[in-house]
């Protein structure tokens, strides 16, 4: 169930974020999407200026992957979700060792309601 919900949320991000960067060499677009789930994601967790600034890199590559797998991929529904299924593993793992335990198992709670789209 862990497992989907992560997917779902990948997904959802993936949607929004590939929604906003229409243009693949519109970095600018990428990066303010960046900057609005960081900003998103401090509100819930108090993040020092530190982990800020890794997490709106990590959120960066995170957007950039997905839009570069989903433009690789778009012919391959199974390799797509096996990738980004990878893609969001190695995010959440990155993401856990910038935040304090507390700090991301409060993630863990608030994660769906992180994403553009509510699924709750």
Do not use: H
């Not at 433009?71 to 959440?92: F, I």
């Amino acid at each position: 169930m862990k497992n989907f919900a992560t997917l779902l949320l990948l997904c959802a991000m993936c949607y929004v974020g590939t929604a906003q960067a229409a243009a693949p060499a519109d970095g600018s677009r990428l990066s303010e999407r960046a900057k609005a789930m960081t900003r998103q994601m401090a509100e819930k967790l108090p993040l020092s200026e530190g982990q800020y600034v890794k997490v709106r890199q990590l959120n960066l590559r995170l957007l950039t992957e997905t839009a570069e797998l989903r433009k690789q991929l778009a012919n391959d529904a199974t390799a797509l979700d096996e990738a980004m299924a990878n893609v969001q593993m190695r995010y959440e793992w990155d993401l856990a060792t910038i935040l304090r335990p507390r700090q991301m198992a409060l993630y863990d709670q608030t994660k769906l309601s992180m994403t553009a789209v509510n699924l709750r």
